[in-house]
């Protein structure tokens, strides 16, 4: 017999190897295995804990992770060598490699969450090395370098021990969507860092009076109810009662101004959002969200999308309000709670859930360039009844009686009837790629069609809540210009001159009259909300970005008029919108300001001359002008690289790439110069860029005429 058959029959070990088992690969068990050998990594077959067996034979055994005590030696080493001093950790002297388990401890104020006033609140480590078991400054990770980065590299002559790939961190992302705790990772005790009475007194006031008025997918008394019942009694609060809690500050710290924080939680805003941010991720993954979907997880989630809209990227925010649409399916908020015999107070609050994560999931699908998900169009879920959250209550038996005029859910009521609006269009052009209200300037659907949905839309307003509107009441005045606002938008864009230029079509002039004078009562109602102090509670819902849409479709309206009346009150009114945004048309103005500022004096010189060409008197040019000219001839710095880009709302599959410039990877102020205004309303392309261009501004305000 040779040698070959000799090893062949060479008995395999029973289990595979460790750097298998950690690579989740198949092991020929040979001593060494193939993979090893293939790696030139050391093989060593340990063999694997057991975990205990729980008293259900059903129940899976406890995860034991190997190798810890490995990769922190590994790590030590490397520290020792950047010249710091460990000292060994006594507590670990008598534990194998195999009997580690990670016991993050809480530690260093420097790096901690500290919430509310409370003298008893713990801090919680964010900097945490959590396999090794205890803390580590943070700052000394961040002197080292490129060697942490990359461990492999560092010493190249050094044997490396195997590394557990499981213990890495899967990312905050991937954590919440998991939905569940992580045994890995440490999980604070999260009443410590409930609010005190005080901070949940001015938090519940700051709630009421700049969240709710515009949000009111809750029904806030019986929110704030159970709330405060959670915080008399810490000891026996459900974990999605305090899910509902925490995610409540979050979404209320992310609107407070930094005095506000500073005088509430003596915090800066930044360090408010982060922290309370992290404490409502853990208290939603602890409440088991995703695989115990229900209406208080719900209303937890939502209030923690809220929360983190204005800091979180626009993709990440899609997937979660994804997130939303399907936890929301499991639990049936797609079928009408009456249609299903649920209770009354239920079936209610079911709907303010529903219609809300379909209006976010537009509002975000817009900021992305797509459309919304076919799953919003399924259902009979119909609009929260017009009542005031005083008319519904837990256990009440009948359903609400509707009230007739505007109520405190009026605005709400109103998103429903635009996103029905639009959710039509988007079934009558399901081979348009537009998305949001540019839906509305779509070819698929005639423009008498557009013209009829937008008269009957006017006219439903008008019946149930214009007819109503009592100019002394600020929410009322509110509303008729939202309304108005609305019906505006629309008609423009029945006539948008985007698709008229992808058409190589030329606008009519009873097309650029309708344009202009719509375009123009949009400014000045964008005014009337802006100079009203008392309609800022209700700010929440608007948004400054269809402003400038606003202004660069009634600058190509004004071209082709004459001097008059109609086009004074336009500069008026266009002067009126810039000192509202002191600090946007300067020299330091983006690239949307800086078109702007070109195009604005630009039609102006046009209607000056029209103005002498006619024998009027000339006309005195506003202040904002020799501002825009100064700006503009300013030494700019020069681009230092090109890129091609697409907008995201690009309807022409054809078009080309454009290219922008950037400087550090970072937009310049003149990173894309538009052509002159005419030149630029009859190019596609250009049309393309400044959509993408604007799809960056204030993209979360969640204006009614953006949606």
């Known amino acids: 017999m040779d040698s070959n058959q000799v090893q062949g029959l060479r008995r395999l070990k029973e289990y595979s190897c460790l750097l298998c088992r950690q690579r989740k690969v198949k092991c020929d068990r040979q001593d060494p295995c193939s993979n090893c050998l293939k790696a030139q990594m050391q093989c060593s077959f340990i063999p694997p804990v057991r975990g205990r067996r729980g008293r259900n034979p059903k129940t899976k055994p406890k995860v034991v992770y190997e190798g810890l005590r490995a990769k922190l030696r590994r790590y030590e080493r490397m520290l020792e060598k950047h010249g710091e001093k460990l000292d060994p950790p006594l507590e670990l002297m008598n534990t194998s490699d195999s009997d580690a388990v990670p016991e993050p401890v809480i530690q260093t104020p420097g790096s901690s969450i500290s919430l509310g006033t409370r003298p008893q609140t713990k801090t919680l480590n964010v900097n945490v090395v959590q396999s090794a078991g205890y803390s580590t400054n943070p700052t000394l990770w961040s002197s080292i370098g490129s060697d942490l980065t990359h461990p492999e590299d560092s010493a190249p002559n050094e044997p490396i021990e195997p590394v557990d790939s499981t213990d890495e961190n899967d990312g905050s992302l991937l954590t919440l969507l998991e939905g569940r705790p992580n045994s890995k990772q440490y999980s604070p005790e999260l009443r410590e860092f409930y609010p005190d009475t005080a901070t949940f007194s001015q938090f519940q006031h700051i709630f009421t009076n700049q969240i709710d008025p515009s949000l009111k997918m809750l029904h806030l008394p019986s929110l704030l109810s159970t709330m405060t019942t959670a915080l008399a009694n810490p000891g026996s609060v459900a974990k999605s009662v305090e899910a509902v809690l925490l995610c409540f500050c979050l979404a209320t710290g992310s609107i407070m101004s930094n005095d506000q924080c500073q005088s509430v939680l003596k915090q800066d805003r930044a360090s408010v959002v982060r922290n309370y941010k992290k404490v409502a991720m853990q208290a939603l993954t602890n409440a088991g969200f995703v695989q115990y979907p229900d209406l208080t997880n719900l209303q937890a989630l939502l209030l923690y999308l809220h929360g983190i809209k204005g800091s979180c990227d626009y993709g990440t925010l899609h997937i979660l309000c994804a997130l939303a649409v399907r936890l929301s399916m499991r639990i049936g908020l797609h079928r009408d709670g009456a249609t299903l015999g649920l209770p009354a107070f239920e079936t209610e609050l079911r709907r303010r859930l529903w219609w809300h994560i379909i209006q976010l999931d537009f509002r975000t699908s817009d900021m992305l360039g797509i459309r919304p998900s076919l799953d919003l169009f399924v259902g009979d879920t119909r609009p929260p009844s017009n009542v005031e959250d005083d008319d519904i209550s837990p256990g009440m038996a009948e359903p609400p009686k509707e009230r007739t005029g505007i109520t405190s859910l009026a605005l709400f009521r109103i ?60 929410l009322h005045m509110f509303v008729s210009i939202v309304i108005r606002s609305v019906i505006c ?219």
């Open 415 to 474: 998103r429903c009837d635009i996103t029905q609006f639009l959710k039509h269009l988007y079934l009558s052009s399901l081979s348009s790629n537009a998305s949001g209200f540019e839906i509305i300037s779509s070819a698929e659907v005639p423009v008498e069609e557009k013209e009829r949905m937008i008269a009957e839309l006017e006219d439903a307003f008008e019946s149930r809540y214009l007819r109503y509107c009592d100019p002394s009441e600020p």
């Open 489 to 707: 938008r629309m008609r423009v864009l029945t006539y948008n001159p985007r698709y008229f230029a992808e058409k190589q079509m030329q606008l009519t002039a009873n097309q650029r009259e309708v344009i202009f004078v719509n375009a123009t009562k949009l400014l000045e109602y964008a005014a009337l909300l802006r100079d009203n102090p008392s309609f800022h509670k209700y700010m929440g819902s608007t948004s400054a970005r269809y402003i400038w849409d606003t202004i660069l479709y009634v600058l190509i309206a004004a071209r082709h008029r004459k001097a008059g009346p109609e086009i004074e009150r336009l500069w008026h009114l266009i002067g009126v919108v810039i000192s509202h945004h002191p600090d946007t048309f300067g020299k330091a103005a983006d690239t949307v300001h800086s078109a702007l500022s070109k195009w604005i004096p630009e039609v102006w010189d046009e209607y000056a001359a029209a103005a002498r060409s006619q024998g009027l008197a000339m006309p005195v040019p506003p202040a904002y002008l020799a501002e825009m000219r100064a700006s503009r001839s300013s030494v700019r710095p020069q681009p230092e690289r090109r890129e091609a880009v697409v907008a995201p709302h690009s309807t022409d599959v054809t078009a080309q790439p454009i290219e922008t410039q950037q400087k550090d990877g970072f937009p310049t102020d003149d990173y894309f110069e538009f052509s002159d205004l005419g030149a630029f309303a009859t190019d596609p392309n250009e049309w393309l860029q400044w959509e993408r261009l604007l799809a960056g501004e204030d993209p979360f305000g969640g204006c009614f005429t953006q949606m």
